[in-house]
C-alpha cells in the first residue's frame, strides 16, 4: 500500500484533528482570561500538524512492514506466506482469518495435485494396458483377411487404427503437464521423420485414393522425433479425413530469414471462417468435425499446437472453403526472436 492509499483510510483521523484544532482555537477566542491572536492560532495549528505528520509516518512505517506480506507479485509463482507480526486486535483477526483460508487452501491444493498424479498415473496404465489388446487385435485382423471382404477388413482395420490414435492422444494429452521430463531436443532431418509418418498413414491414403507429393530440399532441425512424429500425425491424419477421394496432399519445405518451414497442404473441403479462428481451441471440433463420418474429438489440432509451442515451434493455418487447408510449422533459427505477434500468418 502507497502512502498516499494510506492518507485516504486516515481520511477521518485527520478530519477529526482538525476538528480538534479548530476546537480549541475557539475556546481559546472566547475565554476572557487568554489574550487571544493569530499567531497563537497559527502555531497551535503548526505544532498538531506537525504531531500528526508524525504520528500517521510511524504508524505507516510499521503498518507498511505488515501489508507488504500481502503484496505478492501475482507473475511469480510462490507460495502465498502466512501473515504474522500483528499489531492490533484488528489486525490480528485478520490475520487469523487470512491464515485460516491459507491453510484450507494449501491443503487443498495438495490433495488436487494428488489427485492429479493419480489420475495421470492411472491414465498412463490404462494406456499401456490397452494397447496389449489392440495389438493382438491387429494381428488378429491380418489373419483373418482373406476369410472376409476387402470392405470389413477395412472397415476393421481404420477402426482398430482410430482406436489407436485416440489411445495416442489420451496419452500425450496426460504429459502435456510432464513434457520437460520426456522429450530430448536433438537434429534430425525433417523429411525423414515425415516420410516414417506417411508410411504410418498409408492404408488410410490407399483407401481414400489420395494423392501424396513430397516437395523441396531437406533439411535438418532441432525437435524431439516422438513429439514432432505425434503433430505430424495429427496434421496428417486431418488432411486425409477432411479431403475427398481423389483429392491430394502436399508436403513442402523450404528456408528463410526466420527459419524453416514445413507445409502441409490438402485439397479438403476446407474450414470456415467462422471456426477458423477456435481451430486450436481444446475440444473444439467445428462444423466439420460434427458429422458422422469425421467424427472428430477436438483435441488432435490442440495437442499439435501445445506441443509445437513446447518445442519451439510456431503453427499456422491457411484455408479457403471448398479449395483447401494449409498447416504451416515453423522451426526457428537458434538465432531468431519473434519481436512482433505472429498471429499475422493466421488468415480469416
Known amino acids: ?33 487568554v489574550k487571544f491572536n493569530f499567531a497563537s492560532l497559527f502555531y497551535i495549528f503548526l505544532l498538531g500538524m506537525i504531531l ?24 511469480q509463482y ?31 491444493l495438495n490433495n488436487v495435485k494428488q489427485q492429479s498424479e ?27 483377411e482373406d476369410d472376409i471382404s476387402e470392405k470389413r477388413y477395412n472397415q476393421l482395420r481404420n477402426n482398430l487404427n482410430r482406436m489407436d490414435d485416440y489411445v495416442e492422444q489420451v496419452l500425450y494429452y496426460s504429459r502435456l503437464d510432464s513434457f520437460s521430463k520426456d522429450y530430448l531436443i536433438n537434429s534430425y532431418s ?18 481414400k485414393n489420395i494423392r501424396f507429393s513430397l516437395v523441396g530440399e531437406d533439411y535438418a532441425v532441432l525437435t524431439d522425433e516422438k513429439w514432432l512424429h505425434f503433430i505430424l500425425n495429427q496434421l496428417i491424419s486431418n488432411g486425409i479425413k477432411y479431403t475427398e477421394s481423389g ?33 486450436f481451441d481444446k475440444g473444439f471440433t ?26 519451439g515451434h510456431h503453427l499456422y493455418v491457411e484455408s479457403q472453403v471448398g479449395k483447401g487447408t494449409s498447416f504451416q510449422l515453423l522451426f526457428p533459427h537458434l538465432n531468431y526472436y519473434a519481436e512482433t505477434d505472429e498471429n499475422f500468418m493466421l488468415h480469416d
Not at 483429392?247 to 471456426?275: H, Q, Y
Request: aromatic residues 12%; glycine residues 6%; hydrophobic residues 35%.
Open 1 to 33: 500500500m502507497t502512502f498516499f492509499n494510506y492518507l485516504k483510510d486516515q481520511f477521518r483521523l485527520i478530519l477529526l484533528w482538525l476538528g480538534f484544532n479548530c476546537l480549541t482555537g475557539f475556546i481559546l477566542w472566547l475565554t476572557p482570561e
Open 52 to 75: 500528526l505528520a508524525i504520528f500517521l509516518g510511524l504508524d505507516y512505517q510499521q503498518r507498511k512492514r505488515w501489508w507488504q506480506q500481502l503484496e505478492l507479485d501475482s507473475d
Open 78 to 108: 510462490v507460495e502465498t506466506p502466512s501473515l504474522s507480526n500483528a499489531r492490533t486486535y484488528e489486525e490480528e483477526l485478520y490475520q487469523e482469518y487470512f491464515n485460516e483460508i491459507h491453510r484450507e487452501h494449501f491443503l487443498l
Open 118 to 144: 493419480e489420475q495421470k498415473d492411472y491414465i498412463d496404465s490404462w494406456v499401456h494396458e490397452i494397447k496389449v489388446p489392440l495389438a493382438s487385435l491387429t494381428l488378429i485382423s491380418e489373419t483373418i
Open 190 to 207: 525433417l523429411k525423414r521423420i515425415v516420410q516414417q509418418t506417411i508410411r504410418d498413414s498409408k492404408e488410410y491414403f490407399i483407401q
Open 247 to 279: 483429392g491430394s496432399i502436399t508436403i513442402s519445405f523450404s528456408k528463410n530469414e526466420r527459419g524453416t518451414w514445413l507445409n502441409v497442404a490438402d485439397t479438403g473441403i476446407g474450414i470456415p471462417t467462422e471456426d477458423l479462428q477456435r481451430i
Open 286 to 311: 467445428g462444423n466439420n468435425g460434427r458429422n458422422e463420418e469425421t467424427n472428430s474429438t477436438g483435441l488432435g489440432l490442440y495437442l499439435a499446437k501445445s506441443l509445437s509451442e513446447k518445442l
